[in-house]
């Protein structure tokens, strides 16, 4: 019975991570998920339900499109893989509860903002005011509305402050994303998601500097940092501040 659970939750997994490269691929550039069907990028030939098996129908086509013989990346696989390991996280984590509901909610919005940021430098709107609606909604059945509530607020604000403070030194789209993890994670997630991806974005800056790649004033894309910090807060926060506060 376990092992039928979990191939139902590496499926449930890819196939959000396919609907994942979705968003990545038509949110950044104005485009519904919904409409039109998927199709080739280089040849606009609609994709039938043989070209859309996540995973498998790019290792059977070798990665190129039936129709033009067009290489589709090898990104695209690996996103509905790493979707399924996240989504396989939270629900090893969680087992079967509204906590679990929700972090695969959460996991599919840090996931795309993520490559979007990587992609583009930019966090859509479209993701982030939907998903600070939606951590308050499910709060209701997960972490309560009033700690949400505050762990958005107190999170967007803390890096509305660095923005004003750093005069753009933090983008919109990040205290947007920060206030979505507050909603979902409240304030012991949130302070751990602040730590974790300041740590995470100096590390990296600093070892692109060392390695002459980038200046003290070069820009950094933080959602990344925000998307893997917020993950592992949501899954961990409690351990982690109890881990922090024995030390002292």
Do not use: N
């Given at each position: 019975m376990e092992t039928v659970t979990y191939l139902a939750v590496a499926a449930v997994g890819l196939l959000f991570g396919s609907f994942t490269n979705v968003i990545i691929a038509r949110i950044p550039h104005g485009e519904s998920v919904v409409t039109p069907s998927s199709h080739c990028p280089r040849c606009g030939h609609r994709?039938?339900?043989?070209?859309?098996?996540?995973?498998?129908?790019?290792?059977?086509?070798?990665?190129?499109?039936r129709y033009c013989q067009e290489a589709i990346s090898i990104r695209y696989p690996a996103v509905e893989l790493l979707t399924a390991a996240l989504f396989m996280g939270v629900f090893l984590r969680w087992g079967i509860s509204a906590y679990t509901l929700a972090g695969w909610a959460l996991t599919v919005i840090l996931v795309s903002s993520a490559f979007i940021d990587l992609d583009e430098g930019i966090i859509p709107d479209v993701i982030t005011i939907p998903g600070v609606v939606l951590?308050?909604?499910?709060?209701?059945?997960?972490?309560?509305?009033?700690?949400?509530l505050w762990g958005a607020l107190a999170f967007g604000g803390v890096l509305f402050l660095v923005a004003?403070?750093?005069?753009?030194?933090?983008?919109?789209?990040?205290?947007?994303?920060?206030?979505?993890?507050?909603?979902?994670?409240?304030?012991?997630?949130?302070?751990?998601?602040?730590?974790?991806?300041s740590f995470m974005g100096a590390?990296?800056?600093?070892?692109?500097?060392?390695?002459?790649?980038?200046?003290r004033k070069t820009p950094v894309k933080f959602g990344p940092f925000l998307a893997v910090a917020a993950y592992t807060a949501y899954l961990f926060s409690n351990?982690?501040?109890a881990w922090y506060l024995g030390m002292w």
């Open positions: 994709l039938g339900v043989l070209d859309l098996v996540p995973v498998l129908s790019w290792l059977f086509l070798k990665g190129k499109c951590g308050l909604v499910v709060s209701f059945v997960t972490i309560g509305f009033f700690p949400a004003v403070i750093s005069k753009g030194g933090m983008g919109g789209g990040d205290i947007k994303l920060a206030a979505v993890i507050g909603a979902f994670t409240g304030l012991p997630g949130a302070a751990v998601t602040l730590l974790l991806s590390v990296f800056g600093i070892t692109l500097m060392l390695m002459g790649r980038a200046g351990e982690i501040v």
